[in-house]
Structure formats: C-alpha cells, structure tokens
C-alpha cells in the first residue's frame, strides 16, 4: 500500500516550503549489499507559515486566510501523486522515486519538460551517464557499476568519433537506420580496428539506449528494432584451467617471489567459487559460517544484487586461514592480470592455445602459451567449468554464476575434447556397455 503525508521542510523559518512524502514499501540495495527503505519526496511550490500549520493534521489551521483552498489544494496533489503511483504499476513500471517524480513533474513542472528533453542520442545517453544512479536486477535497485559506466562512455567517445569523420558531427535518432548500422560496424571493425565481439557490446548498447529513448517517447525511429540491426559475435578461445594446473599454481613454492603470493592465493579463491572479481575480491568475515553440515560462503552478489551461497572449499579454507580468516591484499585488476600470466609461466602452464582474432575485418589465427591468456576473469570461467566436469548439476552451478538460461551457461563453459570424451565414458551408457560380453 501507499501513503501521502505532508511535512515542512524548516519550522524555524517564517515560512516553509510543504514536502509531501509518498512511503510504498520502496527498498534500494546500498553500496553495503543491504536492503534500505526509502521514501519519495516531493515538492510543489507550496509554502506557509509553522504558526498556520497544523502539524498533527498535515493541513492549515482554519484561522488561515484561505485555509479551504489551500487545504483543498493538498488533497489534489495527495491524489495526483497517488494516482501516478498506481499508473506506473498498472503498466507493470516499477514505481522509484526517479520515475514518480519524472511523472509529477509533467504535471506540477512543465517547463522542465521540454528544457531538458534530449534531442539527440549524444544528449540522451550523456545525460543518462550523469543521472543514472541505479540498475534493476530481478526488480530490485542495485547501484550502477562503474565499470558499466565506463562502457556507456566509451561508447559515446566512439560514436561521437564515427559522427565527427562520417556525419558531419550529426547523430539524431531519425539517422539510427539500418545505413548507419552498417556504415559504423565498418567503421568500428576497419577504422578502428574492433573485433566482432567488441562490436557486438557498442551495438548492444546502441540497442538499449534506444529502447529506453522509444519507451520514454523520444524516439520514434524503429529501424534499430530489425533482425538485421543485430549485436555481431564470434567465438573466441577463452580459457579454464583444469583442477591439475590449478593444483601446480596453488603448490607453487612463492619464497622468491613474495610479491606474485596474494594475487595468486585471490585467484585461486575465485577458482574455487566461479564468483565474479568484483564478488570474490570483496569477501567478508561476515560472509562465512557454519553449519552442523559444514562452512559455506554466504554473499550478496554485486551485479545481480542476488544472494549466493557455497560451499567453502578446503584450498579456499586453507588460504583465508593464512590470512588471519580474511583476503589477501588486493591490487589493480591490471597488475593482477600481469602477476596471473607471470604465475602461470611459473606453474608451467604453457599449452599452446589457438587464438583467432578479427583485425580490420580480417580473421588472423595465432598460437599463444596459455599462460598468457590467464585473467582475473579466468577464475570464474575455470570455476564453472570445473564444477560441471565434476558432475555437479547445471542448475546448481547456475545459481552461484547468475546464468538465466542453460544456453548461455553453457556457452560460458569452456571444455577440451577430451573432457567432453571422459564426461561421456563416466556415464551409465558406456559404463554398461563396457561390461558386456560378445555372444561366441
């Protein structure tokens, strides 16, 4: 249910503006993972004297001149903001406080309107980068990743690049037609040398701007919507290492190399959890119990705002105990990066790995040790994929990465033939044929 009250801002002025608060059991996830109510405020122009204000009541005393209409004028607004609040949730539209008072503000501030309205898709997505505070994940508010931002402007940089050398400095969002999809992939993939994939996440994002802009009533140009204004992709040779190499870095002997020991011990926590960096980096004291059934990890995930819970493995155990029951000192994901290939040489994980890559629109095939293609992000890949090797079941393992779907589940997962070959020899199939006995 929803409720409207009236407060002044300051009683210890001679007048006060009137703030009409709208509580509708609304919860945002901080920055801490925790879930906070908060309320939606609202003003409108109204002010009055404390001394004619009857605080008990919310409304103004009778002695004040006009108090019918004043008061009357109040009911208005408890009902209009009651009724842009039950809009919103017959539309299935989540009502925040952002979206209530987008939606107020067409009605008590219609000169915001058409001042702020962008008017072009630089506009709408720089003053998206500027405002944007929160993301929806499973309908709750978790606040934006920085990471997420950083791609939104690089998408900008790009497209303002593409607009500088190709359209005169213009990008409307009537000239976002199938033309300009074609005309900017080549761009991307020639000019600047992008490969497919990286293509594939500017047009994406191209895609969800302009979504947002149609839903709002911005944009009105519906080519981005054709199966042929579609994200590109390829696949490319993503790496896990196997429970062997994860077991030569974790018995690497660091006595020399002191430096190399906390990123590795961090990456090996993340081995043993398939959790996102940003998760895995961040585990907490508080995060970790036990049970008469054994200790588990139990954490809010940072992108989805879901909790995870898992089983704390005996290599994960052992490295937070060395740690006094925390995490190893962190550094920058970059340097991370640096250290794991230097780690992995060390470990002797040097399989040659084909690589195949798009440079200008061209496929160039290389092979590279595989040390070299070890990343904080491996650890989640090599996780998942170990998990399923050993025969725990998708849908569990789907619960800790955050896979909606077992499509992209599986996808994400990364395999040799050979494991594949060992996967189906364990299986009851080839198990039962193998014991049978040809008929003499």
Known sequence: MANVSFYLKDRKKNTSPIYARLSFNYKEID??????????????GEKISPKDWN??????????LGYANFNDKLKKIENDILNVWRELTNKNIKPTPETLKKELDKIYKPELQTATKPVNLF????????????VYRQNNPVPINKNTIKKYKSLLTR??????????NRLNFDDINLDFYNDFLEFLQKEKGNAPNTCGKYIANI???????????????LDFQSKRFAKPTEVTEKIYLTETELRRLYDLDLTDNKRLEPARDLFLIGCYTALRYSDYTNIKPENIYTTDKGTFINMKTQKTGKNVIIPLHSIVKNILDKYG??????ISNQKTNDYLKELGELAGINEQVSIS??????????NKPKYELITTHTARRSGATNMYLGGIQVQSIMKITGHTTEKAFMSYLRFTEEDNANILLDSNFFNKSMNLKIAQ
Do not use: H
């Open 357 to 366: 890559k798009n440079k200008g629109g061209v496929r160039v095939d290389t």
């Open 123 to 134: 506009d709408y997505i720089e003053n998206y980068i500027n405002n944007v505070k929160y």
């Open 207 to 221: 895609k969800k701007f302009l979504n947002m802009a149609t839903e709002e009533g911005i944009n009105t140009k």
């Open 55 to 64: 605080r008990k009541k919310q409304k103004a005393y009778e002695s004040y």
């Open 159 to 168: 497209l303002k690049e593409f607009a500088k050398e190709k359209r005169k």
């Open 325 to 330: 029951n925390k995490l190893p000192r962190s």
């Open 31 to 44: 920055n801490n993972g925790t879930n906070k109510y908060r309320y939606f405020k609202y003003t409108f």
